[in-house]
C-alpha cells in the first residue's frame, strides 16, 4: 500500500464515528469526536508526539525539534464535517499532518512540528465557524453560553482557554485541504497553492408586494414579489458572468404566503458575492443592491437589505507560500473561494496552503474523493516543505 492509499483509508475508516449511521455526520464535541480523538491521538503517540487535547476540543500532537526551545510548524485542518459529508473534506488534512511526522521519524528538525484536529470549523452545531482555529490564535474569548456547556460536556473546562493559545515561537502554519470545486481537475493538475481566500459578503433580500388570487388579479395589475426576485436572479447572474473571478449566488429563496394559487405578496434571498479583491466584491453588492431597488421602483414592490456577513480576503504569507510552491514542484497559483481555518490561524502566524484535486469537483457531498496519486504528490510537498524550511530555521 502507497502511503497515499493508507491516508486515503484511514479517511474513510474515521468516516465511520458519526452521528448518523450510514452517513458521514460530526459536529462539533459530538460523542463521534471521541473516538477520532482516540484513533488519531493513538496514532500520534505511535509517531513519538506528545498528545493533548485543548480546552476548545482540539487534538494536539507536538513532534520535538532538535532544541526544546525553538520555533514550532503548525499543521492542521478540521475534524468536523458538514451533514452527509464525504470522508476528506478537512480531516484529510490532519491525516496528511501526523502521516509526515510518521515519515520523518525519528529524524529531528530545527523547528518543532505541531499537527492540530481542529474540533469545529463548519459552524453546524452552533452557527459559529471556526471555533477552534479561533481558540488557536486566542480571539474565541468568553465561549458562549451553549458552547461552553458543550465543551463542559466533553469533560474540558472552557476557563482554560487562553491555555490553548499557540506560542509565540510559531513558525508558520500549513494546511492541506482537498480543493472542493473543479478548477484543478479541469486543467489536470494534482496541487495547487492557494496565494488568496476570497472575501464574501452575504445579504438577505426581501422583495415585498401585495398578495392576491391566482386567479382573478390580471397580470397588469399584479405586484408578485417573485416575479421581481426572478428578475434580479438573472441579474445577478450577469454580474457575475461580466467580471472576471467574481462568483454571486442566490441559494435560498422562500415565498409568502408559498401557496399554488396565490401571487407571492413577499420573497425573501440570500445572496453570496466573493472575489479574492475586496474593492472588486463591495462594489459588485453595491450594484447588484440598486438593480434589486431599481426593479422594486419599477414593479411597485419594497425592497429591503441585510447585511449578513462582511469576510474580507485573506492573503497567505508570500514568502511561505513561495516555499510551498518550491516544494510542490511550481504547482498552479490559486485563490480559494471557499473559507478554510488558515484564514484565521493567518491573524496570529504566517499561513500557507495546498489544495489537492477533488475529482468531480465534489465536497460537501458523499462521492467527494481523492486520488491515491494526489495524496503522494502533497506528502511529498510536505517533506520538501520541511527541506526548505530547515535551510532558514
Known amino acids: 500500500m502507497t502511503h497515499g492509499r493508507d491516508c486515503i483509508t484511514r479517511c474513510r475508516a474515521l468516516a465511520l464515528y458519526t452521528e448518523e449511521p450510514g452517513r458521514i455526520t460530526r459536529t462539533f464535541l459530538s460523542e463521534p469526536m471521541r473516538c477520532v480523538h482516540a484513533d488519531l491521538g493513538a496514532w500520534m503517540r505511535d509517531c513519538g508526539m506528545s498528545v493533548s487535547v485543548d480546552a476548545a476540543g482540539n487534538l494536539r500532537g507536538f513532534y520535538s525539534g532538535r532544541t526544546p526551545d525553538g520555533p514550532t510548524l503548525f499543521i492542521g485542518s478540521h475534524l468536523d464535517t458538514v451533514p452527509h459529508a464525504g470522508a476528506f473534506d478537512g480531516i484529510l488534512g490532519v491525516v496528511l499532518g501526523i502521516k509526515l511526522i510518521e515519515l520523518l521519524q525519528p529524524r529531528k528538525l530545527g523547528f518543532g512540528i505541531e499537527v492540530v484536529g481542529f474540533s469545529e470549523e463548519e459552524g453546524v452545531r452552533f452557527g459559529f465557524p471556526f471555533i477552534g482555529s479561533l481558540a488557536l490564535i486566542g480571539e474565541l474569548g468568553a465561549a458562549e453560553?451553549?458552547?461552553?456547556n458543550a465543551i463542559r460536556a466533553y469533560g474540558l473546562d472552557p476557563d482554560e482557554l487562553p491555555l490553548a493559545v499557540a506560542s509565540e515561537?510559531?513558525?508558520?502554519?500549513?494546511?492541506?485541504?482537498?480543493?472542493?470545486?473543479?478548477?484543478?481537475?479541469?486543467?489536470?493538475?494534482?496541487l495547487g497553492v492557494v496565494e488568496t481566500i476570497a472575501g464574501q459578503t452575504r445579504l438577505e433580500l426581501m422583495f415585498e408586494g401585495r398578495a392576491g388570487?391566482?386567479?382573478?388579479?390580471?397580470?397588469?395589475?399584479?405586484?408578485?414579489?417573485?416575479?421581481?426576485?426572478?428578475?434580479?436572479?438573472?441579474?445577478?447572474?450577469?454580474?457575475?458572468?461580466?467580471?472576471?473571478?467574481?462568483?454571486?449566488?442566490?441559494?435560498?429563496?422562500?415565498?409568502?404566503?408559498?401557496?399554488?394559487?396565490?401571487i407571492a405578496g413577499a420573497a425573501k434571498l440570500s445572496l453570496d458575492v466573493r472575489h479574492r479583491e475586496d474593492t472588486v466584491r463591495r462594489e459588485a453588492a453595491v450594484r447588484l443592491v440598486a438593480a434589486a431597488e431599481s426593479i422594486a421602483r419599477r414593479r411597485d414592490l419594497i425592497v429591503t437589505t441585510e447585511v449578513r456577513m462582511e469576510q474580507a480576503a485573506v492573503a497567505m504569507d508570500p514568502r511561505l507560500t513561495d516555499t510551498l510552491a518550491r516544494a510542490a514542484g511550481g504547482p498552479l497559483r490559486m485563490v480559494s473561494g471557499a473559507g478554510h481555518d488558515a484564514m484565521i490561524v493567518a491573524r496570529r502566524m504566517p499561513a500557507a496552503m495546498l489544495f489537492l484535486r477533488s475529482p468531480g469537483g465534489l465536497s460537501h457531498h458523499p462521492d467527494e474523493s481523492v486520488f491515491p496519486e494526489d495524496v503522494d504528490a502533497a506528502l511529498t510537498a510536505g517533506m520538501n516543505f520541511f527541506e526548505e524550511l530547515e535551510k532558514t530555521a
Do not use: C, K
Open 169 to 190: 515561537q510559531a513558525l508558520g502554519y500549513l494546511e492541506f485541504h482537498i480543493e472542493q470545486g473543479p478548477v484543478l481537475e479541469s486543467l489536470g493538475a494534482s
Open 145 to 148: 453560553t451553549a458552547i461552553a
Open 213 to 262: 388570487h391566482a386567479g382573478t388579479t390580471p397580470m397588469h395589475l399584479r405586484r408578485d414579489a417573485v416575479a421581481g426576485a426572478a428578475e434580479w436572479i438573472f441579474a445577478v447572474e450577469a454580474e457575475a458572468r461580466g467580471i472576471a473571478d467574481l462568483v454571486a449566488t442566490v441559494g435560498r429563496i422562500e415565498a409568502y404566503p408559498g401557496a399554488s394559487n396565490v
